[in-house]
Nanobody, 116 residues
């Protein structure tokens, strides 16, 4: 069955960096776009970054442009989110996501806390 496992979150100081990972299994990873979402306390889930199946057209929400980079390694069935110059407003649970045949699949989420 489809499984997404998120990791890499933690506590980081403002201006610091983190790299999130999402390891996928149970489907042909290289044929599907992947998305990172986040959900901050008291807020709706927000799309952060999108990458197509070949990794050639990354797109980002305006608030993270120039700071975050989404990438993927199809040989490792893994999508990454490199987070640089983090801000307190980046504090959230981060989830990877894939839609397959009209079904939605989510990772379990990884907590990112930006605080001094």
């Amino acid at each position: 069955q489809v499984k997404l496992v998120d990791s890499g979150g933690g506590l980081v100081q403002p201006g610091g960096s983190l790299r999130l990972s999402c390891v996928a299994s149970g489907f042909t990873f290289s044929t599907y776009p992947m998305i990172w979402y986040r959900q901050a306390p008291g807020k709706e889930r927000e799309l952060v970054a999108f990458i197509d199946n070949l990794g050639t057209t990354p797109t980002y929400v305006d608030s993270v442009k120039g700071r975050f980079t989404i990438s993927r390694d199809n040989a490792k069935n893994t999508v990454y989110l490199q987070m640089n110059s983090v801000k307190s407003e980046d504090t959230a649970v981060y989830f990877c996501y894939v839609k397959i045949d009209w079904n939605d699949y989510w990772g379990q989420g990884t907590q990112v806390t930006v605080s001094s």
